[in-house]
């Protein structure tokens, strides 16, 4: 017959058999790298939206090494299927899934709440939850002081934009452009073409060509591609790409470009997530929060105004200047921001007019 202390003996020594297992099942887990994915609306290139954010996303890799395992998903486009996706990488185990446009914004929210273990983030977006956060450079920053350099080399005083969408983000950055460029040349015009799409480098080009048949001489854009940048150093004239440094597809033309730096936030937010401090917030980092800058300006620039140029940066990031310091008036000639005033974060977030110096009317619907 088995003693109880035979059996308390037996017992204990099966449990301590299973407990190393155990306590490195636990390590193993705890050391497991956190799974992120990044999803994109084109292809991400070596220029432009995407691939901004994909160097962030390398970023991040080299910064935090195999504690994290990040993925990027390009082309996935604005609609349904983009739904589809993201509940697959939710589903397939990814902690914390970044959605880079803003047409994703109601699928984006829908899964989210699907998948409450789950942390998103939208990038331009205004639509939050428990575990959706939003997130966004100011990147009218930047396009002030790519407007000045367009406003000291324009010899026709008439300026090319080819944008995307008549949203507030867009409308935010066309403004901020012809006040740079007015601020050093108050005859500047721009002309604004809208294309409706983020990324069709043929509508791009064309949109491109036709601005310089109406007189533009230095062009820029809102849209994701390189082809307004090669169609400026083809048919040269000056541009002021968007996104990244364009100066490969433009290397005697560009004078200077808009740019998005995500390293050091996309960096922050997986090493929250690897934490457990993450939540859902509100960011919109600028020059001073180091998520906006400019590429190198050009050395056809006249020196006054690089100098110039370089200390509005520095103004701007140091909150001592703001692109939209009143008086801000719009087309039709109300006064929309008094002076001795800045606009407010949420009229920014709201604009639905062009400023005084854009010509045509703003499209409606």
């Not at 306590?23 to 901004?52: E, H, T």
């Not at 996706?85 to 899964?111: D, P, Q």
């Not at 080819?162 to 721009?190: C, D, H, Q, T, W």
Request: net charge neutral; glycine share 8%; proline share 5%.
């Amino acid at each position: 017959m088995t003693s109880r202390r035979t059996v308390v003996e037996t017992l204990g020594a099966a449990l301590g058999a299973t407990a190393l297992p155990l306590a490195s099942m636990r390590l193993a887990l705890a050391a497991a790298p956190v799974k992120v994915a990044f999803v994109y609306d084109s292809p991400i290139a070596d220029a432009g939206w995407n691939y901004q954010h994909d160097l962030g996303r390398r970023a991040l890799e080299k910064n935090l090494g195999d504690q994290v395992v990040a993925k990027s998903i390009e082309s996935v486009p604005e609609s349904a299927d983009s739904e589809r996706v993201f509940r697959e990488l939710a589903k397939s185990g990814h902690k914390l899934i970044f959605g880079t446009t803003f047409g994703y914004m109601n699928y984006m929210v829908k899964v989210a709440k699907e998948f409450p273990d789950t942390d998103f983030e939208h990038c331009t977006g205004y639509k939050t939850s428990k575990n959706l956060g939003i997130y966004s450079g100011r990147f009218y920053q930047g396009r002030y002081l790519t407007g000045m350099a367009a406003g000291s080399m324009t010899k026709s005083s008439i300026l090319g934009y080819v944008a995307a969408f008549p949203i507030p983000v867009v409308l935010m950055e066309i403004n901020a452009y012809i006040r740079g460029a007015r601020s050093v040349n108050p005859k500047a015009e721009l002309r604004v073409i809208w294309i409706n799409t983020w990324f069709d480098p043929g509508k791009e080009r064309a949109a491109a060509n036709t601005l310089i048949a109406q007189g533009a001489d230095v062009l820029t854009h809102h849209t994701n591609s390189t082809a307004v940048a090669q169609t400026a150093e083809e048919k040269g004239v000056w541009v002021c790409p968007y996104d990244s440094d364009q100066h490969k597809y433009a290397p005697t033309r560009q004078l200077t470009a808009t740019m998005q730096v995500w390293d050091d936030y996309y960096t922050d937010r997986v090493r929250r997530v690897i934490a457990g401090s993450w939540t859902a917030d509100n960011t919109w980092g600028g020059i001073g929060q180091d998520m906006v800058d400019i590429a190198p300006l050009s050395p056809a620039i006249p020196a006054d105004v690089r100098a110039m140029v370089l200390q509005m940066k520095q103004d701007i990031g140091a909150g001592a200047r703001h692109p939209f310091e009143g008086p801000v008036v719009d087309q039709d000639g109300k006064t929309r921001v008094p002076a001795g005033r800045n606009i407010s974060d949420e009229a920014l977030s709201k604009m639905d007019y062009y400023v005084e110096g854009v010509a045509g009317r703003l499209p409606k619907g």
